[in-house]
């Protein structure tokens, strides 16, 4: 399985690029908390065994994986876009935002991104390649979608003891019946985003 996640890196390779980096993001669908975006630049010889698409591993495995990432990446950039600039420029405009700045993060620059999704990144002078559930495709932006839930969960974790009423260290903001529940118990947090279905009908 995981020879066959090394193939759009592998085709790009043989087109000349050279820092090739996968980019995704962790965030979209949740009430409350930023969008996070990662971008990864892996070396050849990787040898990390588990890489997959961030949704099909347990915590554990996510923060194992994490870890070796970050030891073993030739570069990780972050990006991170609040809930206000969401309601303000809304979630897909900030989805992308994110992964701008996550790639403008890497260093070395990445010369071709491969993302998760099928949006390229605007105003990116880079060489891009959407690729739809890419995080099952790519073993760079599997990476990428590790970094970046790892990331976010971590930043939901804090947020919960700011707002331990919403239990955000249980569903990092999506929209479970709990959170739910919160939400028409005790309104809205300010990390809440006023303009999702869920949330504006309690403003």
């Given at each position: 399985m995981e020879n066959n996640l090394w193939r759009f890196e592998k085709q790009a390779k043989e087109k000349g690029f050279q820092q090739?980096?996968?980019?995704?993001?962790?965030g979209r669908g949740p009430l409350a908390g930023?969008?996070?975006?990662?971008a990864v630049i892996l070396p050849e010889d990787i040898s990390i065994s588990g890489i997959n698409d961030s949704k099909k591993l347990t915590s554990g495995k996510r923060e194992s994986l994490y870890k070796k990432i970050y030891e073993t990446a030739i570069s990780v950039g972050i990006g991170i876009?609040?809930?206000?600039?969401?309601?303000r420029i809304n979630i897909l405009r900030a989805s992308l935002l994110a992964m701008a700045i996550a790639v403008l993060n890497l260093n070395p620059k990445p010369d071709h991104i491969l993302i998760d999704g099928k949006f390229k990144i605007?105003?990116?002078?880079i060489s891009q390649e959407p690729i739809i559930k890419g995080d099952n495709l790519s073993i760079s932006i599997a990476a990428a979608s590790i970094i970046a839930k790892v990331s976010r969960d971590r930043l939901m974790d804090i947020y919960h003891e700011e707002y331990p009423e919403f239990g955000f260290i249980l569903h990092k903001g999506y929209?479970?019946?709990k959170h739910?529940?919160?939400?028409?118990?005790w309104g809205y947090s300010?990390?809440?985003?006023?303009?999702?279905?869920g949330v504006k009908e309690y403003i």
């Open positions: 090739i980096a996968g980019v995704d993001e962790a930023p969008v996070v975006a990662a876009i609040d809930p206000i600039e969401i309601d605007p105003a990116s002078f929209p479970t019946k739910k529940q919160a939400i028409i118990k300010p990390i809440h985003r006023k303009t999702f279905k």
